[in-house]
């Protein structure tokens, strides 16, 4: 299940940006986010891949990026979600018909951190 990850993120990555600093700017972009997120006294609960890992769960992680977009404290963050999207339209026609996946509900600073991961293994199997 792993290997399959990794090559529908390869695909993914060949498509989803002609350079890497495109990557380089969601990272940058998100850890921003993280910081405003770890102060937000709201404590958003996002639904969370136990397994970042898992290719059952990437339409989980795009859920939750959906419900990060709604919260008011992301609003100046909308460069992260458009780009996002650009990520996400070559990712989803690359998606099997996905079974369960093992979530938690987790704080958003939780969520970010492994949206972060997702987005790492993406930059690098673009390498």
């Known amino acids: 299940m792993n290997t399959h990850l990794y090559l529908l993120l390869l695909a993914a990555g060949v498509s989803a940006a002609s350079q890497t600093s495109s990557m ?18 709201q404590n958003l609960r996002i639904e969370t891949p136990d397994n ?30 458009q780009k996002f999207e650009r990520l996400k339209q070559f990712l989803t026609p690359s998606l099997a018909k996905e079974v369960e996946c093992d979530t938690e509900r987790r704080n958003a600073v939780i969520f970010i951190g492994k949206l972060m991961t997702f987005i790492r293994k993406t930059l690098k199997t673009r390498r």
């Open 52 to 81: 970042i890992n898992d290719v059952n769960c990437i339409s989980t992680i795009f859920e939750g990026t959906e419900q990060l977009k709604t919260n008011p404290a992301m609003k100046k963050f909308s460069a992260f979600f």
């Open 24 to 41: 380089a700017e969601l990272l940058t972009l998100l850890q921003q986010m993280w910081e405003v997120m770890a102060r937000d006294s």
